[in-house]
């Protein structure tokens, strides 16, 4: 079973993601709103122009039909831009709510990482004490003379076979 920490962590990462998502996508429609209010700019500043052309050259005829394009193109652009500043927000409070869940979930794999180093030390110091033990009572033994060695070192012919009646008969 995995670890509560493991699991929120997960869970952070994800909400994480959907945030970052979220974002991306008000980021692509604040671009495209932008995109059409540039554009409708574009044709707002082209039908002032051909106004005034109409004027100079005394066209009544294309003066007003400028005229109506560039009021409504006037009306289009106040209804775009209120919609830009709306995006605007709620790109903002998108770009905050990723941050805010990109902070969580970082702080919970601090402490995720945090808890398995200290695991690590503790198992390093538990492992160092059952060294330390298995040789104290390995020298406290020696010094009580209650532990003899496997081998005796002494004799030369007791290592080689490991019978020493058959290893002096043979040398003899």
């Known amino acids: 079973?995995?670890?509560p920490l493991n699991r929120l962590l997960r869970l952070r990462t994800?909400?994480?993601?959907?945030s970052r998502v979220e974002l991306e996508v008000r980021l692509q429609?604040?671009?495209?709103?932008e995109g059409v209010l540039t554009r409708s700019q574009e044709i707002g500043r082209a039908m002032r122009?051909?106004?005034f052309l109409s004027i100079a050259k005394d066209e009544i005829a294309s003066r007003r039909e400028a005229a109506a394009v560039t009021e409504w193109v006037a009306r289009e652009q106040g209804i775009f831009e209120k919609m830009h500043q709306r995006k605007i927000a709620e790109v903002a409070a998108a770009k905050s709510t990723y941050l805010d869940r990109r902070k969580d979930s970082r702080q919970v794999g601090n402490v995720i990482e945090t808890r398995e180093s200290a695991m690590a030390i503790e198992r390093s110091r538990r492992e160092?004490?059952?060294i330390d033990d298995w040789f104290g009572q390995r020298s406290q033994s020696k010094r009580e003379g209650g532990m003899k060695p496997a081998c005796d070192f002494s004799n030369p012919l007791l290592l080689y076979s490991g019978n020493p009646s058959a290893d002096t008969?043979?040398?003899g």
């Open 128 to 130: 160092q004490r059952e």
């Open 1 to 3: 079973m995995k670890h």
């Open 29 to 33: 429609e604040l671009s495209q709103i």
């Open 49 to 51: 122009q051909r106004s």
């Open 169 to 171: 008969s043979s040398g």
């Open 14 to 18: 994800l909400l994480e993601d959907i």
